[in-house]
């Protein structure tokens, strides 16, 4: 079974550039969540993804933006990038949505440096 | 909003010596699931052991195991027999018992194990 996989694993970009991160979804899940870790901090969740619809955001601007597509992988987008956007940006899929605990497994990240 | 707050931003322990990570947590809620994440210099976070809250006794997975003070709003982290491998940054994180919902984090402590 192959587990949640992110790309690229590293990238540079410049102020005001767009970036699109990509995450593959552990098979069978159908649920992404997306968060942002700075530096020294924990994650802050940026916004989940349930069958190809946006299923909940946190407190991001609309420059971050996401999508699903039908084998439930998923792509997070940044427009007019900043400083501050420099981080370490985790995937996370689990099985889907139910009254029951669906584990959240994560990918290994992908560092986004901004200058 | 839940507020998840990890007072330790460092800790050390010697090699097969036991240590204990604290963490505190603020919500209104009555059902939601507590976590312990791992994240070592891979990045990958991985899921350590996590608690609902209607379960009144202490989660335990091999050498770890929590100290869950619902009233008090506490969830520690108690890590025996201290290996090498546990040589990481640890995340306590919260969630709602409501399926799909964002886990929020605490800050993070750093643990060194000490040979």
């Known amino acids: 079974e192959t587990g949640v996989t992110q790309s690229p694993t590293h990238l540079i970009k410049t102020r005001g550039q767009q970036v699109t991160l990509r995450c593959s979804s552990q098979?069978?899940?159908?649920?992404v969540s997306w968060y942002q870790q700075a530096l020294g901090q924990g994650p802050q969740f940026i916004f989940q993804?349930?069958?190809?619809?946006?299923?909940g955001r946190g407190n991001f601007p609309p420059r971050f933006s996401g999508l699903q597509f039908p084998n439930y992988s998923s792509e997070l987008n940044v427009n007019a990038l900043e400083l501050d956007d420099s981080a370490l940006y985790l995937c996370a899929s689990s099985p889907g949505r139910g009254s029951s605990y669906n584990e959240q497994f994560f990918g290994p990240g992908t560092r986004l440096t901004v200058l | 909003a839940q507020t998840v707050t990890q007072s330790q931003p460092e800790m050390s322990v010697q090699e097969a010596e036991t240590v204990t990570l604290s963490c505190t947590y603020d919500t209104s809620e009555s059902d939601y699931y507590l976590f312990w994440y791992k994240q070592p210099p891979s990045r990958q976070m991985i899921l350590v052991i996590r608690q609902e809250a209607y379960k009144q006794q202490n989660a335990t997975e091999n050498r770890f195991s929590v100290n869950f003070q619902k009233a008090a709003k506490s969830f520690s982290l108690k890590i025996s027999d201290s290996q090498l491998g546990d040589a990481a940054m640890y995340f306590c994180?919260?969630?709602?018992?409501?399926?799909?919902?964002?886990?929020?984090f605490g800050e993070g402590t750093q643990l060194t194990v000490n040979p």
């Open positions: 098979s069978g899940h159908n649920t």
């Open positions: 994180a919260y969630r709602r018992y409501t399926s799909g919902s964002r886990l929020t």
């Open positions: 993804y349930y069958r190809e619809e946006e299923n």
